[in-house]
C-alpha cells in the first residue's frame, strides 16, 4: 500500500496570503495524484489531477505541481471560501487507492 | 452539474446488514466506472470499493472484502453496496464518487461525488 502523508495538519492564514501545502507518497507515483477540497457537510470537490491539471470550474488560484514522491498544492491568494480542509490521493497503485490524511486551511 | 445521489443509510447493530444505492443522473451511466469512499466521523477518506461501467471488473479495500458487495442496475443509473456482517468500524458516511474515464474504466480520480449517506453501527 502506498501511503500518503501531508503537512502541516492544519495551517493559519489570513484571506488574501498564499497558502502551500504539502503532500508525500512512500513510493513514487509519478504524477497520479488528486486534490480535492471539502467544506464542513460537504462532500469532497475535486480540484487538481494529474498533480497539475485544474478541473473543471476550478479557479486559477489553485495550482499543483509536483511528481514522484512530492507534492504541492498551492492557493496563491486566499479567499473567504477557500478555508477547507484539504486531501491528496493516489492512483497510481490501482485500484488501492489512498488519501492523504488531510491538511485543514483555517483563518488567522 | 453531474447529480448523485446516496441512500439507504441508518443505523445497523453490529453483525447487520445495509444496502446503500447511489442515483445517478446528467451522464450515460454504463459508460463511467463508479466508485464508494468512506469517511469516518471526524476522520479521513478512506476507498472502499470500484465496479467497472459494465459491471463486470469489481475491487475491494482489504478491509471489506468478503463483507461488502458492489454492484450496478445500468438500466436504472443506480449503483449498489450491499454491507454485511457489519461492524463499529464500518461506521461512516458513504459517498459514492464518478471516475472521469468515459471508457467504463478507471482513471483513478473521482471527479464528481455524491452528498454522502451516514451509516452508524452500534448496539
Known amino acids: 500500500e502506498i501511503v500518503m502523508t501531508q503537512s502541516p495538519a492544519t495551517l493559519s492564514v489570513s484571506p488574501g496570503e498564499r497558502a502551500t501545502l504539502s503532500c508525500w507518497a512512500s513510493?513514487?507515483?509519478?504524477?497520479?495524484v488528486a486534490w480535492y477540497q471539502q467544506k464542513p457537510g460537504q462532500a469532497p470537490r475535486l480540484l487538481i489531477y494529474?498533480?497539475?491539471t485544474r478541473a473543471t470550474g476550478i479557479p486559477a488560484r489553485f495550482s499543483g505541481s509536483g511528481s514522484g514522491t512530492q507534492f504541492t498544492l498551492t492557493i496563491s491568494s486566499l479567499q473567504s471560501e477557500d478555508f477547507a480542509i484539504y486531501y491528496c490521493?493516489?492512483?497510481?497503485?490501482?485500484?488501492?487507492?489512498?488519501f492523504g490524511p488531510g491538511t485543514t486551511v483555517d483563518i488567522k | 452539474e453531474v447529480p448523485l445521489l446516496e441512500s439507504g443509510g441508518g443505523l445497523v447493530q453490529p453483525g447487520g446488514s445495509r444496502r446503500l444505492s447511489c442515483a445517478a443522473s446528467g451522464f450515460t451511466f454504463n459508460n463511467y466506472g463508479m466508485t464508494w469512499v468512506r469517511q469516518a466521523p471526524g476522520k479521513g477518506l478512506e476507498w472502499v470499493s470500484s465496479i467497472s461501467g459494465d459491471g463486470g471488473s469489481t475491487y475491494y479495500a482489504d478491509s471489506v472484502k468478503g463483507r461488502f458487495t458492489i454492484s450496478r442496475d445500468n438500466s436504472k443509473n443506480t449503483l449498489f453496496l450491499q454491507m454485511n456482517d457489519l461492524r463499529v468500524e464500518d461506521t461512516a458516511v458513504y459517498y459514492c464518487a464518478k471516475d472521469p474515464a468515459n471508457n467504463g474504466y478507471f482513471l483513478g480520480y473521482f471527479d464528481y461525488w455524491g452528498q454522502g449517506s451516514l451509516v452508524t453501527v452500534s448496539s
Open positions: 494529474g498533480a497539475s
Open positions: 513510493h513514487s507515483i509519478r504524477t497520479n
Open positions: 490521493q493516489q492512483y497510481n497503485n490501482w485500484p488501492q487507492f489512498t
